[in-house]
């Protein structure tokens, strides 16, 4: 189900000051996606989701769920959350201590009154989907971190929801565990076809899990697109600094030929990825450390050309992290391991122009 969402605004009032928690918000979330809205703590994400669920009226706007306006300000419409068919998971495991994995998972099919029959049956295939089959008896909290959040989803999907809501549920988990509930849930999510809204403020989680991501930024949605549209090729300045790690150089547009934006920075004169930009326009380069190849002996041929020093290196297991200073500048840089250099040491490296991104805003 498509989740349509147009001019909503949420304000909230602390100690006699305003808060802007969503901006006029206008967005789309397409069907059957996994659609990510990744943010900093703070930029609207819950809040945006709760006004999705009811859980949070808006101060004005429309929200559709599959054609059907939910909520409306002008229409003085507001679908309760039970009625709206969706299913949601938290940052908190939000399952009760007191029941086993079955009642846990049960409790909103037996709130809806269905025949004990049917919720067994339905608990029961959930249960399997999530790969929680044989645990029914088990008091939740005999469980691991992991199968508790698996229990959680299991709980969202049992009523079958047009849409489930996810609220950074990763965030409790440590990382490793993060990383395999994370490959889980693309399993989950991938098999059941169903419209998935993610939060999350881990940009990682974003790239490996979504579909689309929508970047917000105080109470606005910044940049909507796939993950490696995000990171390759953001619009954004504040997208391509929080969607990983990157160089930000001042630069001015000088030109534009075979393809490519010429720019001049304090690298020298760079060939960007083409962008269609005037001569003179003020923009900022960006380039990414895991594109600075830096190489055993002569490196550097072709292109894009540029002369350094190393000035710190730091070991980091799979690779060398290294600043290389080229006059004001000081790039980050990832560097092999298996490369003699050491602080002090001149480097020659090349810039592919694709990996050289240029931001106007
Ligand atoms: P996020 O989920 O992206 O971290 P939230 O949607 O929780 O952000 O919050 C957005 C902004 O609204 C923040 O500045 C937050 O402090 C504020 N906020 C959220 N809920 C309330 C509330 N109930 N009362 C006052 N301020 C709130
Ligand atoms: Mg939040």
């Known amino acids: 189900m498509e989740i349509r969402i147009q001019g909503v605004s949420k304000r909230y009032f602390s100690e006699g000051k305003a808060i802007i928690a969503l901006d006029d918000v206008d967005l789309t979330i397409p069907a059957n996606q996994i659609f990510t809205l990744l943010g900093p703590s703070g930029c ?5 989701l709760r006004c999705i669920v009811g859980l949070e009226t808006p101060d004005s706007g429309e929200i559709r769920i599959g054609g059907e306006v939910v909520w409306s300000r002008e229409k003085n419409i507001a679908i309760p959350p039970e009625k709206r068919g969706l299913g949601m998971v938290f940052q908190t495991y939000a399952i009760w201590p007191h029941m086993n994995v079955f009642d846990n998972v049960a409790y909103p099919l037996q709130v809806r009154k269905l025949p004990a029959d049917v919720i067994r049956r339905k608990v029961g295939k959930t249960l399997r989907f999530v790969r929680l089959e044989g645990f029914e008896k088990r008091p939740a909290t005999k469980l691991s971190g992991g199968q508790q959040q698996r229990v959680a989803l299991a709980r969202a999907l049992v009523g079958e929801p047009k849409v489930i809501l996810f609220d950074e549920p990763l965030s409790n988990l440590d990382a490793k565990l993060r990383e395999e509930t994370r490959k889980e849930l693309r399993t989950f999510l991938g098999e059941l076809k169903i419209t998935a809204v993610y939060v999350t403020h881990d940009r990682v989680e974003a790239l490996a899990l979504s579909d689309t991501i929508a970047v917000m930024r105080e109470g606005r949605i910044i940049e909507v697109g796939a993950p490696r549209k995000i990171y390759f090729d953001a619009d954004h300045r504040f997208v391509a600094d929080f969607i990983g790690r990157a160089n930000l150089v001042k630069a001015k547009v000088r ?5 490519h934006t010429i720019v001049d ?6 060939a960007c990825h083409g962008r269609d930009l005037p001569a003179g326009s003020e923009v900022t380069l960006c380039i990414r450390p895991e594109f600075i ?9 072709g292109r894009n050309v540029v002369n350094g020093r190393v000035e710190s290196l730091v070991f980091v297991g799979e690779t060398y992290e290294g600043e290389i200073r080229i006059g004001n500048e000081l790039l980050l840089a990832k560097i092999d391991p298996d490369v003699d250099l050491k ?6 490296f090349s810039l592919d122009p694709a990996h050289c991104l240029l931001l106007a805003i």
């Open 44 to 48: 609207g994400k819950t809040t945006l």
């Open 255 to 259: 030109g534009h030929d075979d393809g």
């Open 265 to 270: 920075c304090g690298l020298g004169a760079i």
């Open 293 to 301: 190849r830096i190489a055993k002996g002569e490196g550097g041929a």
């Open 343 to 348: 602080a002090g040491d001149p480097v020659r």
